[in-house]
């Protein structure tokens, strides 16, 4: 439970502190995957820009996940999603995650700055 609510925090960090830098993106795409070191799908994020979700990517290193961007979204064998806001900047982000439990265990203790917009739903 506390790996989970870390991986948010790094996220919502990340975000916030790539909104603060003007650096061109490592990996084309807006889809930030985040997989457990055996390569599970664990989450999804939904990111506006390839910008954002490649600093995003850059701030979760050194962390027990891996999380890369994509072009393509791989939301397939995820069953549960929750939109997020996260202030500032004021972007929109969709979480998809393994299932419900996941969803609402990651967005019961938002970090501040991130804004729950649609609790958890099956997709």
Same mark, same amino acid.
């Given at each position: 439970?506390?790996?989970?609510?870390?991986? +948010?925090?790094?996220?919502?960090?990340?975000?916030?502190?790539?909104?603060?830098?003007?650096?061109?993106?490592?990996?084309?795409?807006?889809?930030?995957?985040?997989?457990?070191?055996?390569?599970?799908?664990?989450?999804? +994020?939904?990111?506006?820009?390839?910008?954002?979700?490649?600093?995003?990517?850059?701030?979760?290193?050194?962390?027990?996940?891996?999380?890369?961007?994509?072009?393509?979204?791989?939301?397939?064998?995820?069953?549960?999603?929750?939109?997020?806001?996260?202030?500032?900047?004021?972007?929109?982000?969709?979480?998809?995650?393994?299932?419900?439990?996941?969803?609402?265990?990651?967005?019961?203790?938002?970090?501040?700055?991130?804004?729950?917009?649609?609790?958890?739903?099956?997709?």
């Amino acid at each position: 439970m506390q790996l989970i609510r870390n991986t +948010f925090a790094i996220i919502a960090v990340g975000i916030l502190a790539g909104c603060a830098t003007t650096q061109t993106p490592e990996a084309p795409g807006r889809y930030l995957s985040v997989r457990d070191l055996s390569g599970k799908l664990l989450m999804q +994020f939904d990111y506006p820009t390839d910008d954002l979700c490649a600093r995003t990517s850059r701030a979760m290193r050194g962390t027990i996940y891996r999380a890369g961007c994509s072009g393509a979204s791989a939301t397939e064998s995820l069953q549960a999603r929750a939109t997020l806001r996260y202030n500032p900047p004021g972007v929109l982000v969709e979480g998809h995650y393994v299932d419900l439990a996941a969803c609402r265990a990651q967005t019961s203790q938002p970090s501040a700055g991130v804004d729950v917009l649609q609790a958890c739903s099956a997709k």
